[in-house]
């Protein structure tokens, strides 16, 4: 999964913007660190509690 969809599949879920621009900074960081990085593993299931 590359970037753009995970920002497909994000919003899709709901995920505020604010949120999708901390993910996306963090990864492009370590992407530049070398990482190597799953976009996937970023798309977490909002918990819902009572």
Same mark, same amino acid.
């Given at each position: 999964?590359?970037?753009?969809?995970?920002?497909?599949? =994000?919003? #899709? !879920?709901? !995920?505020?913007?604010?949120?999708? =621009? *901390?993910? &996306? *900074? *963090?990864?492009?960081?370590?992407? =530049?660190?070398?990482? @190597?990085?799953?976009? #996937? !593993?970023?798309?977490? *299931? @909002? &918990?819902?509690?009572?």
């Amino acid at each position: 999964m590359g970037k753009d969809e995970f920002l497909k599949e =994000a919003r #899709k !879920m709901g !995920m505020n913007e604010k949120l999708i =621009a *901390e993910i &996306v *900074e *963090e990864v492009e960081e370590d992407i =530049a660190s070398g990482l @190597p990085i799953d976009w #996937k !593993m970023y798309l977490i *299931e @909002p &918990v819902i509690s009572d």
